[in-house]
């Protein structure tokens, strides 16, 4: 198989923690004898900084002209001022909206190793393996009108049937494959997108007789998770809600850094970390490669139909976890130290050594 899969590193750790995914894609590719045909392109201020528009034509070609894409992050602070359309975001969304992923998954689970990781006591933490599906490509971040009128600036919530519909199948069609149940997330005492989301849920429920369907506030969710992500399988819910929400999970589960997603609509997917570009670790090799690395597992599972590649990758994260490698974000969680690079170098030679 020789696919191609265009990387777009985009900003601050981007770059790293892809590079790190591209060796542990090539272990890959050696082992199971595939050839990956990789390009890169650039996106958000990497983009700018050359002159070009946050989410370049060329750019935007070249993704429909792969069969996955790969990113890093964007959001870069030399470029924070301005219209949210010059912004590296914007990029982001931009690509979101043009290949219509409509669709995030985030799955967040306890690694082996990882129990002391985060802020939750460890019996609170244990069996937590839940999975965000997160509308993506409407709500407040895209809904029309916007902007700001003098003193005042506005956004709008929109959904329509058919939106909430296809995300929900996405959602139930998840659970179906995992422990057969869907918490869908929603402000249904205050707002009338959440009524017609409840509403619609609801009915496409009655396709999926055998997975349990509940309904729950936003902010009751948010202090669930805290107090009992063990409770959660598919956790169904719209944009802004799954934005928040998902970083609450990598929160619990030890680090950000370690949660992957899949952006999917009908034709292509999109792969990237769910943490952002964090500036302020750039460049000194101590960002946490394994959200990206996941993420390239998800590309081989959804985009390439390669089940037991994705299954190598995730399966080294797991070892090299159970070794004790610990990039920063995991310091507390003991094990030894290492860098970017050097996780995504184990990883790989741990996918090579697996083979052998
Ligand atoms: C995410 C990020 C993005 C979002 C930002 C960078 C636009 O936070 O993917 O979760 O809000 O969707
Ligand atoms: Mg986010």
Redesign the pocket.
């Known amino acids: 198989m020789n696919p191609t899969i265009l990387l777009l590193p985009g900003d601050g750790i981007g770059p790293e923690v892809v590079a790190a995914a591209v060796v542990v894609l090539r272990a890959v590719g050696d082992r199971f004898g595939h050839a990956f045909a990789l390009t890169e392109a650039p996106i958000g201020g990497a983009a700018l900084r050359r002159g070009l528009p946050p989410l370049p034509a060329e750019t935007l070609q070249a993704a429909y002209a792969a069969d996955a894409i790969l990113l890093g ?3 870069d602070p030399e470029f924070d001022r301005g219209d949210s359309s010059r912004r590296p ?1 914007s990029a ?2 931009g690509i ?1 909206r043009e290949l219509k992923l409509y669709a ?1 998954l985030r799955p967040a689970k306890v690694w082996p190793g990882l129990e002391n990781a985060g802020p939750l006591k460890p019996e609170v933490l244990a069996g937590t393996d839940l999975l965000v599906v997160r509308e ?1 490509t409407g709500g407040l ?1 895209y809904g029309e009108p916007r902007g700001t009128d003098g003193d005042s600036a506005f956004n709008t919530m929109r959904y329509s049937r058919g939106e909430v519909r296809r995300i929900a199948r996405r959602g139930f069609d998840a659970a179906r494959r995992r422990r057969r149940r869907v918490t869908s997330v929603d402000k249904a005492n205050v707002l009338e997108t959440s009524r017609l989301w409840r509403q619609v849920v609801t009915e496409v429920a009655r396709d999926y007789r055998n997975v349990a369907l509940d309904h729950m506030y936003v902010d009751a969710c948010a202090m669930k998770i805290a107090l009992a992500p063990a409770s959660f399988d598919v956790i169904l819910t719209e ?2 809600f ?2 928040i929400l ?2 609450e999970a990598g929160a619990i589960v030890g680090s950000l850094g370690l949660l992957p ?1 899949a952006s999917l609509g009908d034709g292509r997917g999109l792969f ?1 970390p ?1 943490h ?2 964090a500036p302020d670790i750039a460049g000194k090799d101590i960002a946490n490669p394994i959200g990206a690395i996941a993420s390239a597992a998800m590309l081989l599972r959804h985009a390439l139909q390669l089940d037991a590649e994705a299954a190598a990758v995730e399966n080294a994260i797991g070892d090299v976890l159970r070794e004790g490698l610990r990039t920063a974000d995991l310091a507390s969680a003991g094990g030894h130290p290492v860098g970017t690079r050097g996780m995504g170098e184990r990883i790989a030679a741990v996918v090579r050594e697996a083979g052998l």
Do not use: H, T
Request: net charge negative; aromatic share 4%.
């Open positions: 992050a964007v959001g975001e982001l969304l979101r995030n993506l971040y944009n802004l799954g934005d998902s970083d997603s990237e769910v952002g570009s």
